[in-house]
């Protein structure tokens, strides 16, 4: 049986919508053998995951043998993932990825990064969270719906991901739809401008710039309106010294930078969940570089 192992991501970083985004210490594992009929077993996050054909991984697979015309051959596959589904930690980009890796030894290809992420932007229509699940550390990603241009940067290792985790899930879709279509140019240059310092923030190791840095106004006012007590987990991690606070891709969990007191932080974030009525969890994760 072969095992591939595919890291969480956090994306978007605030300011960086669709662009930026970090694989973190915490993964899925994908074991899986040729088999008679195509399986699935699960343990862990996500046991509610499809079994059959439509599990994602499976899908990622199939996608593979038809992009490059091979046969499929029927897969057994178990799933150990400590990821938490739908929840904008990466999950779904952790099983295109792993389906992918599957094909490429099972049918004993060798395919690019390029390719790989290609192939799995066909499946995900946005690159920011495929791409650190494929390359681990904090990628930069541009897809124009041709091209895909990524590159990978350093990221401080005294920073560490606070991320707390609500107990319901958000669908991507959903999160999505609600966006506006047309911003003004007062928000897209708001965004370039943060986006921009953010990187430079990082570079430098500037952490006071990061909190400024970070705002967005391109997605998270619209999706706060489905995560209630967004603002005041946020205000709430601030209190504890957290250097950035943002919404960990489409939601619903909201992560921070920080390079201190991570444990309270984490708790800070749970209780200001909790004062709203959702039950939450947080995890302290270091960046997977
Ligand atoms: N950049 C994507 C979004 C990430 O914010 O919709 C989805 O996880």
Not at 179 to 204: G, P, T
Not at 263 to 272: D, L, Q, S, V
């Amino acid at each position: 049986m072969f095992c591939v192992r595919v890291p969480a991501s956090t994306s978007n970083l605030g300011c960086g919508f669709d662009t930026f985004g970090l694989a973190l210490s915490l993964y899925n594992e994908f074991f899986f053998e040729r088999w008679q009929k195509f399986t699935v077993e699960g343990e862990g996050e996500g046991t509610n995951l499809p079994k059959d054909e439509n599990n994602l991984f499976i899908r990622a697979y199939l996608k593979a043998c038809e992009y490059f015309g091979e046969d499929p051959k029927p897969i057994r596959v178990i799933q150990k993932n400590s990821i938490p589904t739908g929840r904008g930690l990466g999950s779904s980009a952790t099983a295109i990825i792993g389906g992918i890796t599957a094909f490429e030894i099972l049918h004993s290809k060798r395919l690019s990064q390029e390719e790989k992420l290609k192939l799995a932007i066909s499946m995900e229509p946005h690159p920011d969270n495929l791409s650190p699940a494929l390359l681990g550390g904090f990628v930069i990603s541009l897809w124009d719906g041709k091209r895909l241009i990524y590159t990978k940067m350093d990221f401080p290792e005294d920073i560490k991901v606070v991320v707390a985790v609500p107990n319901f899930e958000l669908s991507t879709d959903i999160a999505r739809s609600i966006l506006e279509q047309k911003v003004s140019l007062s928000d897209a240059v708001n965004n370039i401008q943060r986006a921009s310092l953010m990187m430079a923030s990082l570079c430098k190791r500037e952490y006071d710039l990061l909190k400024e840095a970070v705002k967005d106004r391109l997605h998270q006012p619209y999706r706060a309106k489905l995560i209630p007590g967004f603002f005041k987990v946020m205000d709430r991690a601030y209190q504890e010294g957290a250097l950035a606070v943002f919404l960990s891709g489409a939601g619903p969990s909201v992560a921070s930078f920080s390079n201190r007191n991570f444990e309270n932080i984490g708790k800070a974030m749970t209780k200001a969940f909790e004062e709203e009525g959702i039950t939450a969890r947080y995890l302290v994760l270091d960046v997977d570089q």
